[in-house]
């Protein structure tokens, strides 16, 4: 129990275009997930926290406009990135908390590459 | 602002060799804390956390709030420990900030 799904799993795009991720909670509702980005060799750095039915809410020097997170249901959140640049290029995770725990369940990433 | 260092970015011991990865953190109330572990190509997921106070795999990590410190540990580490290990915490609410990561390697 406790997947989380994402889709795509990369993509690559031209600069200037926009790339829309999804992250899905297969078998339980989540209320509340993460959006992360991992660039090489470096850790996880929390983006934003994407709370269903309400704005996400930014973490210190990202971009709301740049990121826009919708999580309209209780299973998916949405990450894009509009108007993609190559230093958005990175590797791109979110998680969900699990049913009624404070335990955080990782889906596999998405990796973006912006030409 | 919390904060988690690994110092170590690459720890490489023998199979049956004890294992400890450090970890140290920066927070001023009480933290939670956690520690992750991603295989080769496989997704991140929780090892253990210390509120649960329980053994994984093999692997023990005990919160000292002295010397700040969460450091894993293990007796004897197995060839499929081998992995990337995170170290993270929390703040009292859900928002985990991770250290830089430990990779593991275990050799035959």
């Known amino acids: 129990g406790a997947v989380v799904s994402q889709h795509p799993s990369w993509v690559i795009c031209k600069s200037g275009t926009s790339v829309k991720i999804e992250c899905r909670s297969l078998?339980?509702?989540?209320?509340?997930m993460f959006w992360y980005r991992q660039f090489p060799k470096q850790s996880l750095m929390l983006m934003a926290t994407?709370?269903?039915?309400?704005?996400?809410?930014?973490e210190q020097g990202v971009e709301k406009d740049k990121f826009l997170i919708n999580h309209a249901s209780l299973t998916l959140s949405t990450l894009t990135v509009t108007s993609a640049h190559p230093e958005d290029s990175s590797f791109y995770i979110c998680?969900?908390?699990?049913?009624?725990?404070?335990?955080?369940?990782f889906g596999p990433g998405t990796r973006l590459l912006v030409l | 602002a919390q904060r988690v260092t690994q110092p170590e970015k690459l720890l490489s011991v023998f199979k049956g060799a004890p294992v400890e990865l450090k970890c140290n953190y920066s927070?001023?109330?009480?933290?939670?804390l956690f520690w992750y572990v991603q295989y080769s190509r496989q997704r991140l997921q929780l090892l253990l956390r210390?509120?649960s106070r329980e053994s994984i795999k093999g692997f023990t990590a005990d919160l000292n709030k002295g010397e700040t410190s969460f450091h894993l540990k293990k007796p004897f580490a197995q060839e499929e420990d081998s992995a990337m290990y995170y170290c993270a915490l929390t703040g009292g609410g859900n928002k985990l900030t991770f250290g830089t990561g430990t990779q593991l390697k275990v050799e035959l």
């Open positions: 998680s969900a908390l699990g049913p009624g725990s404070e335990t955080q369940y």
């Open positions: 927070y001023s109330g009480s933290p939670e």
């Open positions: 994407s709370n269903e039915g309400s704005k996400a809410t930014y």
């Open positions: 078998d339980f509702q989540a209320t509340t």
């Open positions: 210390h509120i």
